[in-house]
T-cell receptor, first 112, second 113 residues
Framework: DQQVKQNSPSLSVQEGRISILNCDYTNSMFDYFLWYKKYPAEGPTFLISISSIKDKNEDGRFTVFLNKSAKHLSLHIVPSQPGDSAVYFCAASMEYGNKLVFGAGTILRVKS | DAGVIQSPRHEVTEMGQEVTLRCKPISGHNSLFWYRQTMMRGLELLIYFNNNVPIDDSGMPEDRFSAKMPNASFSTLKIQPSEPRDSAVYFC???????????FGSGTRLTVV
C-alpha cells in the first residue's frame, strides 16, 4: 500500500515553460512534505519542503503547493531549464525530522 | 564535509552469496536510514536508526536482510543469501534531530546474477 503516489512516471517540457509535478498521499497524519531531486548515479538531494500549516512555499524558480483537503501537492518549476532534467521524488512525514515515505518518482525531461 | 559515504558503489554477486553494504553518516548526525530504490516502488525505507539504536525495521523485506550500527560513524546492511530480486540501488541517508530531510549517499548499485 503506497501512501505517497506519483502517478506520472515521466514528464517532458520545453525549456522556458512551466513544469508541474504532482503527488498524492493517503495518510491524513502526514504533516510535512518534501521534494527531492535525483540525478543519475547520485543520491537524492533536498529541493524544497512545506509544512501542513501552509499552502504554498516558494524558493526561486521552485514553488510547492499543498491542498490538504485533496491530499495533493504539486511542484512548479518556472522557467524550466535543461539542468532541471532529473528524477523528482515527493516525500511525506508524520513528524518533523521523522522517517520519510517516498513516492515512486517522476522523470522530468526539459528539452532545449 | 565529505557527506554520507557508501561503499562499494557497485556490487555484482552470484545468487546465494552474502553481500555487505557499508555506510558512513555525516559526523554529528544522529539518525541513519537505509533505503532501496526500484523502478516500481521508488524509494522504500528498509530500516532506520536513532542514536545507533534500530527504531523501525518494518521495511526489511525478509530475514535474509539485516542491518547493524555498531557506532555513530558506521552502519552495514547485509543480505544473506542474496537473490536476483534483491538487485536494486541501496541508499544510506543521515540526518540530525530537527533538521530538514536527509542527506543521502551516492548509493550502492547491487546486481545479483
Amino acid at each position: 500500500d503506497q501512501q505517497v503516489k506519483q502517478n506520472s512516471p515521466s514528464l517532458s517540457v520545453q525549456e522556458g515553460r512551466i513544469s508541474i509535478l504532482n503527488c498524492d498521499y493517503t495518510n491524513s497524519m502526514f504533516d510535512y512534505f518534501l521534494w527531492y531531486k535525483k540525478y543519475p548515479a547520485e543520491g537524492p538531494t533536498f529541493l524544497i519542503s512545506i509544512s501542513s500549516i501552509k499552502d504554498k512555499n516558494e524558493d526561486g524558480r521552485f514553488t510547492v503547493f499543498l491542498n490538504k483537503s485533496a491530499k495533493h501537492l504539486s511542484l512548479h518549476i518556472v522557467p524550466s531549464q535543461p539542468g532541471d532534467s532529473a528524477v523528482y521524488f515527493c516525500a511525506a512525514s508524520m513528524e518533523y525530522g521523522n522517517k520519510l515515505v517516498f513516492g515512486a518518482g517522476t522523470i522530468l525531461r526539459v528539452k532545449s | 564535509d565529505a557527506g554520507v559515504i557508501q561503499s562499494p558503489r557497485h556490487e555484482v554477486t552470484e545468487m546465494g552469496q552474502e553481500v555487505t553494504l557499508r555506510c558512513k553518516p555525516i559526523s554529528g548526525h544522529n539518525s541513519l536510514f537505509w533505503y532501496r530504490q526500484t523502478m516500481m516502488r521508488g524509494l522504500e525505507l528498509l530500516i532506520y536508526f536513532n542514536n545507533n539504536v534500530p527504531i523501525d525495521d518494518s521495511g526489511m523485506p525478509e530475514d535474509r536482510f539485516s542491518a547493524k550500527m555498531p557506532n555513530a560513524s558506521f552502519s552495514t546492511l547485509k543480505i544473506q543469501p542474496s537473490e536476483p530480486r534483491d538487485s536494486a540501488v541501496y541508499f544510506c541517508a543521515s540526518s540530525s534531530t530537527g533538521s530538514y530531510g536527509y542527506t543521502f549517499g551516492s548509493g550502492t548499485r547491487l546486481t545479483v546474477v
